[in-house]
């Protein structure tokens, strides 16, 4: 089965532009999680989705949007970038989410670095 | 809101050696407890899940505890290799459903 898959892997932007990421989930999973991760933090929850629905949303600004199709892939969208967004952006997959300790499936994280 | 709190330093440990890394929550005693392993460059993959109802769980040369009592899960690695040097992450549900919320990792360093 292949893995987590996110597009693209590295972005270089400059502050003001807008960027969207994408994450294709394992198959058969419906549950995508987005995450923000610089070092030093762990990883901060972003937003989750379920079946084209948003279920959860961490505390970040507005300019941090996501959505799901139908497919189960998950697209992430940073408008008006500032150079604090530079970081690692994960997404994880599962078959239902987190509630019951479901593991997650990461993939490979886009760095994104905004100048 | 619970937090988690993990050791920031990294921690050197001799090959062959027991490596024990911790991880401290804050509020209420989660429903489980789940750790990762994070090589540099790439997304966390998982170890092990506890449950609040049990003590220990193990998976090869890995044991995980879980001490609801302390707020604590320690993490073992026995007869460590220098291929176990990756940062581990601790993670537990948050305070809304379909959250987990994460330590910042702990870097292990084996040294052959």
């Known amino acids: 089965k292949a893995g987590v898959t996110q597009t693209p892997r590295y972005l270089i932007k400059t502050r003001g532009q807008q960027v969207t990421l994408s994450c294709s989930p394992i198959?058969?999973?419906?549950?995508v999680s987005w995450y923000q991760q610089t070092p030093g933090q762990g990883l901060q929850f972003l937003f989750e989705?379920?079946?084209?629905?948003?279920?959860n949303k961490g505390n970040f600004p507005g300019r941090f949007s996501g959505r799901q199709f139908s497919n189960s892939r998950s697209e992430m969208n940073v408008s008006t970038l500032e150079l604090g967004d530079s970081a690692l952006y994960l997404c994880?997959?599962?078959?239902?989410?987190?509630?019951?300790?479901?593991?997650?499936?990461f993939g490979p994280g886009t760095r994104l670095l905004v100048l | 809101s619970q937090k988690i709190e993990q050791n920031s330093e990294a921690l050197n440990i001799q090959e062959g050696k027991t490596a024990t890394l911790t991880c401290n929550y804050t509020?209420?005693?989660?429903?489980?407890l789940q750790w990762y392993r994070q090589d540099p460059g790439r997304g966390p993959v998982f170890l092990l899940l506890?449950?609040?109802n049990e003590k220990e769980k193990r998976k090869e040369r890995l044991k995980v505890t879980f001490d609801t009592t302390l707020k604590q899960s320690l993490f073992h690695i026995t007869a460590s290799q220098p291929a176990d040097s990756a940062t581990y992450l601790c993670?537990?549900?948050?305070?809304?459903?379909?959250?987990?919320?994460w330590g910042a990792g702990t870097k292990l360093i084996i040294k052959p």
């Open positions: 509020n209420y005693s989660p429903a489980y």
């Open positions: 198959s058969g999973h419906r549950s």
């Open positions: 994880a997959s599962s078959m239902a989410g987190t509630s019951g300790g479901e593991t997650q499936y």
């Open positions: 993670a537990l549900p948050g305070d809304s459903n379909y959250q987990l919320i």
């Open positions: 506890i449950r609040e």
């Open positions: 989705y379920f079946s084209e629905t948003q279920r």
